[in-house]
Structures are given as structure tokens and as C-alpha cells.
């Protein structure tokens, strides 16, 4: 059982794409509520390669200088580490005219494109060199341009909304990404001076503006709706009391329906929410969509959940088709899982039993640790660094909550 308060920390997913934003303007940017994770050292380290100053005043709140004196090329090692850095794009090819960056790695979930980033750039002006190893790009005059995304990615919405804040004219994206994380985007890039409309919507009416119209500001980082998702998923499984601080119902609608009806009491107060679990919780069918569906970050938290949960629910993939390899480990606990292509068919069981484990990625990871809680005996988990990514603090969190989680190294 679980019991206490929890703080959820400014998203990951925001952060780092704030942090590229801030190679538009120079001056000195603050950003406020960041989470103390492994990928902003890393994105911190980019953008010091790349002739920007970072600082930690601390553990929440990082100083980025910007003096203008930017060399648009990433190296390999850094870039390799994390998936945000693809979001160096943008920025560097509006505010600089070219950029020469490898391809970047992070979270391996299959095939992750960039075409949707490309053709995008390319319609406003771009040229582009794409090998296998890495993307260069020049364009001496951006321009707008009326961009309809035949998908609405996350990180090609980011990159044509960065590029578009300093092109010549206007850029209408269409089928945008609407997720929390580029609301938060927007309004920093608005508060620097960009005239960014439809905030929030499928479309995004970016009005080009003057490099000097654009400063550098103060921002606070949106709360991690997958932490708190993740707060929220061991409360379900280990049952208990707790309030998690910072939890914004508004941004994760969908996925507080989902577990509400599974079982989960979640009560809206004023700066959080109030999780109870008493009871087994009871299986359901999910699809994985954009928002505002069930993002597919939250789809390890339901499957591990559902593994315990009575019943037999269906899980359905509809973002990244090979986003199921902690299901082996999952078995390694003791779950009863089958996948038949984008579906995972969870039978749930009595209990699950503790095993040495590999966490694959960052969610995954997390969604074993919240597994092990619940699982009888010792479960190990290896592999952590990928936690270490995208948590702050997840053990000692959970710990604090009276959950018996310990690091080992
Ligand atoms: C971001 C998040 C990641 C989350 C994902 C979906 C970051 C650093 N990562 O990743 O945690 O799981 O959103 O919510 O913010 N696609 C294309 N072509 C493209 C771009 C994407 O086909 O050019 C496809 C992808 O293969 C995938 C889908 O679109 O099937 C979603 O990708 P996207 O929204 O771009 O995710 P990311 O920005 O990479």
C-alpha cells in the first residue's frame, strides 16, 4: 500500500524541446520546474557543443546563455543518446541556414522516420542531404508555407513550428500534434515574441517575425503527465492513499477515464490529485492514439496494470507497431500476455512473482518498477540507466510513499 504526497516534475518531452528553442534569440533564458533527468545533462551537453552556455542554479532551474556565436553542427555521440535531439533541426536551420546533425537515437520502439520533418522544412525552403548516418540541411530563405501533416507527429510539429517563428511570411500547419508538451512550446516561443495562433488546436498559424523581435524569457516547465500517470498506475496495482501534487487532469483526460474504469478512485483537487485503490482492479480494451487518446507512453503502466488486473483486456498499438518488448519481461514476472501483431491480449493473474528483469526503455522501465512493487518476492531490474532518462527520482519517490524499492547502484 502506498500512502503520502508525490510531486510530478516538469515533462521531459517539454524540456527538451524548450531547451532547442532557446537557439532562436540570444540572451539569457531560465527555465524553471525542470526535471532533474539524465536527458536534459544530455541535451545540456548538445547545446554547449553547439557554443551555447548551460548552468543548473539548481536541481529545477537551468540557466541557458545564448551569445549568438553558434555552430550549427551536433556531434554524433551526443545526438545518438537522445531522440529530442532531431528537434535541433528547426531551430538551427530558421535561425542559422543550415545544420548538419547525425540521426539521432534514443528510445528504440522500431522504425522512428523523419519524413514528415522533412517535407515539411522542404516546402518552406529547405534543402536537404539525408544518408544514413545523419541529415544535412541549408536554407537561405525560409519561407512559409501551408504544411498538412498526413499524421500528426509530435516532433515534426515541434521542428516546422521552430523553423516557421523566423521564416518570411505565414506557415498554417494543419493536423498538428496537440499534446500538452507543444502548448508549452508555443506559449514560450510566444512570450519570446513569435506570433504563434490556434495554440492548443490541429492548426497552427505561425506569422513569421524579425530576428530581433525575438528575447530571451523566464518559462516554467508543463508537469509530466507521464509521471504522474506513473504515480497514479503504482497506487492502482499496490492500493492506497495518495495525492499527487502537480497532476493535471486537463492532460490526461482519456487516460483517468481509462483507469477510473478499471477501478481506480481519482478525485480532481486544487493543484493535484487524489488516487485511491482499494480493490483488484478489473480489465480493460485500449488503443494507443495522439492526443487526446491514450498516449502510447502510458501503454506500458496499462499493460503491466492489466496483468494483475481480473479479466482479459486487449491492448492495441497504433503508433509504434514494435512497442511491446517489455512484454517478455513482463512474462518474466509471471504475466500472462500474447501478441498477435499490434495487439497484446492480457489475461489477467492472481500474482505476479519477482524476477531479474531488463528495463528496454524509459517507460518500460518505469512500468517494471511499478510491476515489481506488486510482485511477490525480490525483483530485480537492470538496465536502469534508461529510467534514469526520462525519471526523477522514481525510487526514491516511491519509497517515500512507502513503497519497498531500493537502488543497488
Ligand atoms: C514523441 C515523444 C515520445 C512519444 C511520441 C508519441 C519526445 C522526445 N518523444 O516522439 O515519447 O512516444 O512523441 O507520443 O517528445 N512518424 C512518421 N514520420 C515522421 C515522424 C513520425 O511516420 O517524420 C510516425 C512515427 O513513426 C510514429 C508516429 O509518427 O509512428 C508518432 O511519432 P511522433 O509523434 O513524431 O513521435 P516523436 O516526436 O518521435
Redesign the pocket.
Known amino acids: 500500500m502506498l500512502h503520502g504526497e508525490v510531486q510530478v516534475p516538469g515533462a521531459?518531452?517539454?524540456v527538451?524541446?524548450l531547451m532547442a528553442a532557446t537557439l532562436l534569440a540570444e540572451g539569457e533564458f531560465r527555465l524553471t520546474n525542470v526535471p532533474n533527468i539524465a536527458?536534459v545533462r544530455t541535451m545540456c551537453e548538445l547545446l554547449e557543443a553547439l557554443g551555447m552556455s548551460t548552468q543548473r542554479l539548481d536541481a529545477h532551474e537551468l540557466l541557458l546563455i545564448n551569445t549568438g556565436n553558434i555552430t550549427p553542427i551536433a556531434p554524433f555521440e551526443l545526438v545518438d543518446r537522445?531522440?529530442?535531439s532531431?528537434?535541433l533541426l528547426g531551430p538551427l536551420l530558421g535561425k542559422y541556414g543550415h545544420v548538419d546533425i547525425a540521426m539521432p537515437g534514443?528510445?528504440d520502439?522500431?522504425?522512428?522516420?523523419?519524413?514528415?520533418?522533412?517535407?515539411g522544412l522542404e516546402a518552406m525552403g529547405a534543402i536537404f542531404d539525408l544518408t544514413r548516418d545523419g541529415v544535412k540541411a541549408t536554407a537561405t530563405h525560409l519561407h512559409g508555407a501551408q504544411i498538412t501533416l498526413?499524421?500528426?507527429?509530435?516532433?515534426?510539429?515541434?521542428n516546422i513550428l521552430m523553423a516557421a517563428v523566423l521564416a518570411d511570411g505565414v506557415t498554417v500547419i494543419d493536423n498538428a500534434?496537440r499534446?500538452p508538451?507543444i502548448g508549452d512550446l508555443c506559449n514560450m516561443l510566444n512570450n519570446m515574441g513569435a506570433n504563434i495562433a490556434g495554440v492548443g488546436t490541429a492548426k497552427l498559424t505561425i506569422t513569421g517575425v524579425t530576428p530581433s523581435t525575438l528575447h530571451a524569457v523566464t518559462h516554467e516547465v508543463v508537469n509530466d503527465r507521464?509521471q504522474a500517470a506513473t504515480y497514479i498506475a503504482a497506487v492502482a496495482v499496490t492500493g492506497g492513499d495518495v495525492f499527487v501534487r502537480g497532476a493535471r487532469a486537463e492532460h490526461m483526460e482519456m487516460l483517468l477515464n481509462r483507469y477510473a474504469e478499471m477501478g481506480v478512485s481519482i478525485t480532481p483537487q486544487s493543484d493535484g490529485l487524489r488516487v485511491v485503490a482499494t480493490d483488484r482492479l478489473r480489465s480493460i480494451d485500449f488503443a494507443?492514439l495522439?492526443?487526446p487518446g491514450i498516449?502510447?507512453?502510458y501503454k506500458p503502466l496499462l499493460v503491466g496494470m492489466l496483468s494483475i488486473a481480473s479479466g482479459t483486456g486487449i491492448a492495441t498499438e497504433?503508433?509504434?507497431?514494435g512497442?511491446f518488448r517489455y512484454v517478455d519481461e513482463l512474462q518474466k514476472l509471471g504475466a500472462d500476455i500474447r501478441i498477435d501483431g499490434h495487439h497484446a491480449v492480457i489475461r489477467g493473474v492472481e500474482q505476479l512473482v519477482g524476477a531479474s528483469v531488463n528495463a528496454p526503455d524509459?517507460?518500460a522501465g518505469a512500468a517494471l518498477v511499478v510491476a515489481g512493487l506488486v510482485a511477490s518476492g525480490e525483483t530485480v531490474i537492470n538496465d536502469t540507466h534508461h529510467i534514469d532518462r526520462?525519471y526523477d527520482d522514481l525510487v526514491g519517490k516511491l519509497a517515500a510513499l512507502g513503497g519497498l524499492v531500493t537502488r543497488r547502484s
Open positions: 521531459k518531452n517539454s527538451l524541446k536527458d537522445i531522440r529530442a532531431i528537434n534514443g528510445d520502439f522500431g522504425s522512428r522516420p523523419i519524413d514528415l520533418h522533412v517535407a498526413k499524421f500528426p507527429s509530435v516532433g515534426a510539429t515541434e500534434a499534446e508538451e507521464v494507443t495522439p492526443y498516449a502510447t507512453d497504433n503508433l509504434y507497431p512497442r524509459i517507460r526520462g
